[in-house]
């Protein structure tokens, strides 16, 4: 037991050091080859028990960050903290547990290395990554095609998203382990020669247009500390903060603003946005977008995005953190958080189908923090959108490594939909990205500044924006049934 937890253990660091800030971005195509192997020489039970033991650490390591909202920031104790993390780590292992149990059986069933890694498992490895992106309203935190975001492998994303890129690392750690066993070397060199080859040819593909007129845009990185953010002491330094950042962006076309830049609700700074309405027009700027929260008719609460200029709109936040944002839990736990002064307030859900604001005529697709890690609800949007906005606060986790994955995420939305993604972020990772994936220009993080930049809005549409994720669930249903044929048959000609 202690080899499988030191094995298990060793894997998930090596994984997790495969996604930002680390970038060995070929090291999870290795932890999944020796994933696979393990399924192959071991029985279900003790695969899913190892498998279990990597989707645990998996989490733990990749997500240790946390017990600084929780601990840190919202002062819970540190036991409480360590607790959260383990069970959300312990919940999100259950996926790869139940992926190692089917793997194995699989090849227990059928007997066949090559159909196994060739087909069944990339398929489920996928398919599980899928599930735990939509499972408990989605967690899609580590899925492995996050690691290949700036290689030749993300150009599959615009076809089938983040997760046919996952299809395509699967299928690659499969073949590297076929050549590793010296099973059908050749083929299999042959069928990743082809993965690669096939790659850069739909690198060279341009699925979106970009229109004639470049916008220039500025975002702005507060750099407001969490423990600070809602102080009343703080609030008027904030305030004037923001409010001065326009007085140097004469003439610009859209400036953006982070999540919640203004710790109030809109209701209660009216004065302050008109006052900025008349900044917007002093300096000739078109538009503003800043992060606020806002009330609803009774009263509810949202986290919003609100538009001042030459459109107003307002956007709320429709993705919403669980235990985060609202807290789905008895009241005698609500009452229990009351007592230890812990968030425990539900913050409202946006609407599903919101008006984009627009600058001149080109729309903008907007989206708010965690929202940016669900590509499929960015398709909301399209195929109206010609550009993403995310406004993000990362301060809630400090100087970790969870503002480098969360951005690592928010790329793959840019080279899935085509698209200029605008990222303004309180803390973190503050970049202007190219439809393509690569960084045009980024802030470093944890200090006030302003990035000034340009951009155009795109037009036409990806495959993915077309079809979504319902491509990549096809496809994997027709990898199984056709792996599934392929067993039967085996098993019905050896027994004739």
């Given amino acids: 037991m202690i080899k499988q937890l030191l094995a298990s253990g060793l894997t998930a660091l090596l994984y997790v050091s495969g996604f930002e800030p680390f970038g060995l971005v070929i090291a999870p195509l290795f932890c999944l080859a020796y994933l696979f192997y393990f399924a192959l020489n071991h029985p279900p039970k003790k695969t899913a028990i190892f498998y279990y033991l990597f989707g645990f650490f998996c989490f733990s390591i990749g997500l240790h960050w946390l017990y600084i909202s929780i601990h840190i920031v919202s002062g819970a104790p540190l036991w409480l903290a360590i607790l959260l993390i383990g069970v959300l780590s312990g919940v999100m292992a259950l996926f790869y547990c139940l992926v190692g149990f089917i793997i194995s059986y699989a090849y227990q069933l059928f007997k066949s290395k090559y159909l196994v890694l060739t087909l069944l498992a990339p398929a489920i490895w996928t398919l599980s990554e899928l599930s735990r992106g939509y499972a408990f309203t989605g967690f899609p935190w580590l899925t492995i095609g996050y690691s290949q975001s700036s290689t030749f492998l993300s150009a599959w994303a615009p076809i089938g998203g983040v997760y046919l890129v996952s299809f395509i690392v699967s299928l690659i750690a499969g073949y590297c382990l076929l050549i590793s066993s010296k099973i059908r070397p050749l083929l299999s060199l042959f069928g990743v020669l082809i993965i690669i080859g096939s790659s850069f040819s739909i690198r ?40 001065n950042s326009l007085l140097n962006l004469e003439n610009t076309n859209l400036v953006i603003w982070p999540e919640v830049a203004i710790p109030a609700y809109a209701e209660n700074v009216e004065g302050y946005l008109d006052e900025l309405e008349g900044i917007l027009k002093q300096q000739n700027i078109d538009l503003l977008m800043l992060g606020i929260n806002t009330k609803g008719k009774n009263g509810e609460v949202f986290n919003s995005v609100i538009t001042l200029g030459d459109d107003n709109r307002v956007y709320h936040k429709r993705h919403l953190v669980p235990f985060g944002e609202y807290f789905p839990v008895p009241n005698f736990i609500r009452e229990w958080l009351q007592k230890m002064k812990l968030p425990n307030r539900d913050i409202s859900k946006g609407s599903e189908v919101q008006e984009m604001p627009k600058l001149n005529q080109y729309y903008i697709a907007t989206s708010i923090c965690y929202e940016d890690i669900f590509g499929y609800e960015l398709l909301d949007f399209q195929p109206l959108a010609n550009v993403l906005v995310n406004v993000t606060n990362n301060a809630w986790f400090g100087e970790s490594i969870a503002s480098s994955q969360h951005f690592q995420m928010s790329r793959m939305r840019a080279i899935e939909t085509g698209r200029y993604l605008l990222r303004s972020t309180n803390t973190g990772i503050t970049a202007i990205v190219m439809p393509d994936g690569n960084i045009q220009k980024e802030l470093e993080p944890y200090n006030f500044s302003i990035l000034k930049g340009n951009f155009y809005p795109m037009k036409d549409v990806t495959p993915y924006s077309r079809f979504g994720d319902f491509f990549v669930i096809l496809l994997m249903t027709l990898i199984m049934t056709l792996g599934c044929f392929i067993g039967i048959l085996r098993l019905k000609n050896k027994n004739v």
């Fill in 204 to 243: 060279s593909i341009e699925w979106t247009e970009r229109v004639d007129k470049e916008f220039s845009v500025a975002l702005v990185q507060g750099a407001v500390a969490q423990e600070k953010k809602w102080l009343t002491t703080e609030f008027i330094r904030t305030l004037t903060l923001y409010r």
